[in-house]
């Protein structure tokens, strides 16, 4: 990395701030694609038979889990005590996917009036806030002030109430009945903390871990939670072999998992769809020689990725912003040859930036593909009409939307899934590219195109585990030191409205910045509040907005486009997203806008800006991984400022601090499905 230095020579650039597309349909999409989900998770459940695979004699809390499940599927209260353990049950073979007609884009239907003026009773008499009412009648149903009043330890279910809120709610309506030992606690404890934990990665959870989160959450009898939270069908139980029997006569070793019902049921129709494209044979819709022909004609690393696309329904293919040329190449020859080939992003600056690289039409968002917004609509079966899909930034692909798109693909088809992989995984729960990574269930095509210039190979670097020391002539690289938290706001502003722009000619509208969160001394919060008294002041006329503010939006949980305010109505607040208008409710806005002019790490991921200015106070220590840092350093095209303020910790990170371990089960159920499995 480059001397300590602020860019001083100044030179012009262009204007490069990439489209978005159409953000209206983008929004449509997201809820339709959202909808398809409840509609296969219904689906997958009433396809369930039979007893939960078992490969062992369990003994202790493992058995006891084992039991209730199965006391359960039969109807019963799961026993306190061990049963006899029936025969291992064979795995089903993957279904033939069940075709939909296109939906049509509707909104969540608002819960009625009456039932939020009901919960709104409960919730006061709880000593809750009433803001919660609505909220809490869309997370409960019409029944939602009775369900609260039975158990008010339901007020969990609700985003952001934590346990002790609601044990606080529980007490003021129950009085002397709710106790931590309570077994409406327990229960709802336990599906609290699973979806926690889907909120940081995981599918499912090991028991062990499950058990000691709820004895930190002061349950006293935390097996027994979860023996009631399966019981109610409030959670599943799952046991995988683990490893190989030692001998004949010994047992092969299990871990036993629960997991909540969406993502468990997402992961195993993930395997089933993925299992059914490996093990059909790629639609001869192009002859052997004009695929060969195709790939002569390219380059490395894209020849082999044509050539593994042409015989297999799977492809996994890795690599930085420059490997993006050969999912490019192949989308390029399946044109050619009359193929229908889409691509898809996670988000409309993804598909201009791809777009821009590919001949003719054929690139969507993943929601807009799966709503029928964007894309070739589907088949009179519902399967996507396409041969090709190639999916981009794959790493952010969770289990859900995974699974959706296995299944909307026709039998035949190729999946092509193209990504990075030392960036973030996704938002949602699973790490669906990096387990296919390990499974090494299909061809894995790695690029050999590395990102160009200081920035590539700084980031090149880092993937690897190592900071380098990189020469940056023009400036490419430029680290920052500060003392404290108040230095690195002061060097961040100076950075955006006068260096970056007087030395390197980017303007403060092209340059993004990335801090580790949205609290603390340099989280997203205060960056934004300097950022605007500085670049475009104002008395926030409109829920803290004015005309000008940089925005970023959030359509849905865990996804970010970023826009800029043009003005507000009685409808709402108004933004302009690459030139088209949006419009945000205003009981939306407060949950959906945020000030835009600095972003994390995870907001910014899919997307890139000619400069970036990532901010390290000290306070981030904590949050520092290899893949944060990767992810924040490679959001730049042309220039990345470093607000430096954690010594050697980033040297520490880089080297030392690997991406999280998820819980997922998408290996084990996707490996007696492959060839070969049963030899």
């Not at 490969?55 to 199965?70: C, E, I, N, Q, W």
């Not at 075709?99 to 006061?124: D, I, K």
């Not at 195109?449 to 920035?455: C, T, V």
């Amino acid at each position: 990395m480059s001397t300590p230095e602020t860019p001083e020579e100044p030179r012009s650039a262009d204007d490069g701030t990439p489209a978005e597309g159409a953000q209206v349909s983008e929004a449509e999409a997201e809820l339709a694609a959202q909808r398809l989900e409840r509609e296969r998770i219904e689906r997958r459940k009433a396809e369930r038979q039979g007893p939960i695979e078992a490969g062992a004699k369990l003994s202790g809390t493992a058995a006891d889990l084992l039991a209730a499940v199965r006391a359960v599927e039969s109807g019963e209260k799961p026993p306190a005590t061990v049963f006899e353990e029936a025969r291992p049950a064979p795995r089903r073979p993957a279904p033939e996917p069940m075709r939909r007609a296109p939906v049509v884009p509707e909104g969540p239907a608002a819960p009625a009036e009456g039932t939020v003026g009901e919960v709104r009773e409960v919730l006061t008499r709880g000593g809750a806030p009433a803001a919660l009412a609505a909220p809490a009648a869309a997370a409960l149903g019409e029944d939602a002030a009775d369900l609260l009043r039975e158990d008010p330890w339901q007020l969990l279910r609700v985003p952001g109430v934590r346990p002790e809120q609601a044990d606080g709610f529980a007490r003021a309506l129950l009085g002397g009945e709710a106790g931590p030992d309570d077994e409406r606690r327990g229960r709802a404890l336990t599906v609290w903390l699973l979806e926690q934990a889907a909120a940081a990665g995981h599918t499912v959870l090991e028991t062990a871990a499950l058990t000691d989160a709820l004895g930190r959450q002061g349950v006293p009898g935390p097996e027994d939670a979860v023996r009631n939270a399966i019981a109610e069908g409030d959670v599943l139980v799952f046991q995988d072999a683990v490893g190989e029997a030692v001998g004949e006569d010994e047992e092969q070793p299990v871990r036993v998992l629960v997991g909540l019902e969406r993502c468990a049921l997402a992961e195993e129709s993930l395997a089933d769809g993925l299992a059914r494209l490996i093990n059909s044979a790629p639609k001869q819709d192009g002859a052997a020689e004009e695929w060969e022909r195709a790939a002569s004609a390219a380059e490395g690393s894209a020849a082999d990725l044509i050539r593994a696309a042409s015989g297999h329904g799977l492809v996994l293919h890795t690599g930085g912003e420059a490997a993006l040329a050969e999912p490019a190449a192949l989308l390029n020859a399946a044109h050619g040859m009359g193929l229908r080939a889409w691509a898809a992003t996670h988000s409309p600056v993804g598909r201009e930036r791809f777009a821009s690289r590919v001949d003719g039409p054929g690139v969507a968002t993943v929601a807009g593909l799966l709503s029928g917004a964007e894309g070739p609509g589907r088949d009179p079966e519902g399967a996507l009409a396409v041969d090709l899909l190639v999916v981009l930034d794959a790493p952010q692909l969770d289990v859900e939307t995974a699974a959706l798109l296995s299944e909307s693909l026709p039998d035949g088809a190729r999946l092509v899934l193209s990504g990075d992989p030392a960036v973030l995984w996704s938002v949602g729960p699973g790490r669906v590219f990096a387990d296919l990574l390990a499974a090494r269930a299909c061809p894995q095509i790695a690029s050999r195109r590395p990102d160009p210039g200081p920035l590539g190979e700084l980031v090149s670097g880092i993937g690897v585990g190592e900071l380098l020391q990189v020469e940056a002539p023009e400036k490419e690289v430029v680290i920052v030191p500060v003392r404290d938290a108040g230095e690195a706001v002061h060097r961040t502003v100076q950075l955006v409205a006068d260096s970056v722009p007087r030395a390197l000619g980017v303007p403060a509208e092209e340059t993004q910045v990335i801090t580790p969160g949205h609290g603390g001394a340099v989280g997203t919060r205060v960056l934004n509040a300097a950022l605007k008294e500085r670049l475009n002041p104002g008395p926030g006329r409109f829920a803290g907005f004015d005309p000008g503010d940089r925005v970023a939006w959030s359509p849905a949980p865990g996804r970010t486009l970023p826009g800029r305010v043009v003005g507000a109505d009685g409808q709402g607040l108004r933004l302009d997203c690459a030139g088209e208008t949006v419009v945000v409710p205003r009981d939306r806005v407060e949950q959906t806008v945020r000030h835009g002019w600095a972003l994390t790490a995870h907001q910014a991921v899919g997307a890139r800006w000619p400069a970036a200015v990532v901010v390290l106070p000290g306070d981030a220590v904590p949050a520092l991984s290899r893949p944060w840092i990767y992810t924040a350093f490679s959001r730049a095209d042309r220039h990345l400022s470093v607000v430096h303020g954690v010594d050697q910790a980033l040297q520490r990170a880089v080297a030392e601090v690997p991406a999280k371990p998820r819980t997922t089960r998408l290996p084990v159920l996707l490996a007696p499905q492959l060839p070969g499995a049963a030899e």
